[in-house]
């Protein structure tokens, strides 16, 4: 068991570019969370999948967002048209079943210039 | 008001000494608290959990919850260097759900 992984763990973009997260949970996690945090805050929710399925999203998480679990696995997040405000520390967390313990990655932390 | 309330600190305590770091909140749905621990840059470690009121103890750590303040405690006995981070308590209403967290405190514990 090696964690909750993500990539890239740093990520520096142009305004309006598009970027892409990956997170790979602990194996045989099926919830998978998604949190954004800036300097000086706790993270906040964007989303979360039980396995395939996308089951609540933030008012946080704009259209430019998206993120997609495809085979209950791994998941991505993509920002399309980045902005300045999207800058901040993307943390994925995973939990099992009934769980209520989560457990998070090491984040991917974005700069947009 | 936002949901969990935090002092951010920052919180400086010679090495030896007890911590006690607190979080308020006002939904009085939420059952299920977290304490996690996040070095700088790295993600939240998660350190204590419990369920509804009471007590809950693992080495140098305790954890309180008081339901009827709607207040929770973290302490930390005997505190070492490498205690020094951000505490970052976390609640939910129903378990495995989206958790609330607070600001997180910085911690900095002096040798």
């Known amino acids: 068991d090696t964690g909750v992984s993500q990539n890239p763990r740093h990520k520096i973009t142009k305004r309006g570019q598009n970027v892409t997260f990956r997170c790979d949970p602990i194996s045989e996690h099926n919830r998978l969370y998604w949190y954004r945090q800036t300097l000086g805050q706790g993270p906040e929710f964007l989303t979360y999948?039980?396995?395939?399925?996308?089951?609540?999203k933030s008012r946080l998480l704009s259209d430019r967002f998206s993120a997609e679990r495809p085979k209950g696995s791994f998941s991505t997040l993509e920002i399309q048209r980045t902005e300045q405000g999207d800058s901040a520390m993307y943390l994925c967390?995973?939990?099992?079943?009934?769980?209520?313990?989560?457990?998070f990655g090491p984040g991917t932390r974005l700069l947009v210039l | 008001q936002k949901e969990v309330e935090q002092d951010p600190g920052p919180l400086s305590v010679p090495e030896g000494a007890i911590v006690s770091l607190n979080c308020t909140y006002s939904?009085?749905?939420?059952?299920?608290f977290m304490w996690y621990r996040q070095y700088s840059r790295k993600g939240p470690e998660l350190l204590m959990y419990t369920y509804s009121s009471g007590n809950k103890e693992d080495g140098r750590f305790t954890a309180q919850v008081d339901k009827s303040s709607k207040y929770i405690s973290l302490f930390i006995r005997d505190s070492q260097p490498s205690d020094s981070a951000t505490y970052l308590c976390a609640m939910s209403a129903t378990g495995n759900t989206p958790l609330v967290f607070g600001k997180g405190t910085r911690l900095s514990v002096i040798a």
């Open positions: 999948f039980q396995n395939e399925a996308q089951l609540e």
């Open positions: 967390a995973s939990s099992l079943g009934a769980a209520w313990t989560q457990y």
């Open positions: 939904n009085s749905a939420f059952q299920y």
